[in-house]
């Protein structure tokens, strides 16, 4: 595809349940983002990715979120025992090198934790 | 520490009234500073970044180092301007884009 895409575009999860997000970079992008919107809270980082390796993982709130990336592509965020307070709209991005390109970003995932 | 402050949560102007979205920074180097725009149930896109100093859609933003600011400005606002609006700063080492709390822009007719 052209664009950033990110999937599902919507999750309802259950508290305590563990979830998966989805994003697929544009093709040839090596540097990837993860953002997390929450109502009246802007975006607040999460981790970076340069290639497969993540150099920055300072915004992940809890040892109950990972990230990962493979083949320098697809990167899977990974949130266990869900809380009510991860509810949120999770923002991927990717950009051509890490410094000096344009940030591509999806259309989010809307997670919300019932 | 890498800051982005966006003083005002919500800017309301009349249409072709001169409106100007706020943004000042802390960062300790030369960061690269950029404006993001979301319209409605749109994705976050880029709409100007100071390294290319253009125009785009007529909105205008320059660097002021001895100040840490990043202002945006377009002399005569449209309706198709409202949207929420986020300032960003990447550190000159490249890396993350830290972002500022955001701006909603809502111009009336």
């Known amino acids: 595809g052209a664009g950033v895409s990110q999937s599902p575009s919507n999750k309802v999860t259950e508290k305590g349940k563990d979830v998966e997000l989805r994003c697929d970079p544009i093709?040839?992008?090596?540097?990837l983002y993860w953002y997390r919107q929450s109502l009246g809270q802007g975006l607040e980082f999460l981790i970076y990715f340069q290639g497969n390796s993540a150099p920055d993982k300072s915004g992940l709130p809890s040892d109950r979120f990972s990230a990962e990336r493979t083949g320098g592509s697809v990167s899977t965020l990974t949130i266990q025992r869900t809380q009510q307070e991860d509810s949120a709209v999770y923002l991927c991005?990717?950009?051509?090198?890490?410094?000096?390109?344009?940030?591509?970003f999806g259309q989010g995932t809307r997670l919300t934790v019932v | 520490a890498q800051r982005v402050t966006q003083p005002e949560k919500l800017l309301s102007v009349f249409k072709g009234a001169p409106v100007e979205l706020k943004c000042n920074y802390s960062?300790?180097?030369?960061?690269?500073l950029f404006w993001y725009v979301q319209y409605s149930r749109q994705r976050l896109q880029l709409l100007l970044r100071h390294i290319s100093r253009e125009s785009i859609k007529g909105f205008t933003a320059d660097l002021n180092k001895g100040e840490t600011s990043f202002h945006l400005k377009k002399p005569f606002a449209q309706e198709e301007d409202s949207a929420m609006y986020y300032c960003a700063l990447r550190g000159n080492q490249g890396g993350k884009l830290i972002f500022g709390q955001g701006t909603e822009l809502s111009v009336k007719p």
């Open positions: 960062y300790s180097g030369s960061p690269e």
């Open positions: 991005a990717s950009s051509l090198e890490w410094t000096r390109t344009e940030a591509f």
């Open positions: 093709s040839g992008h090596t540097a």
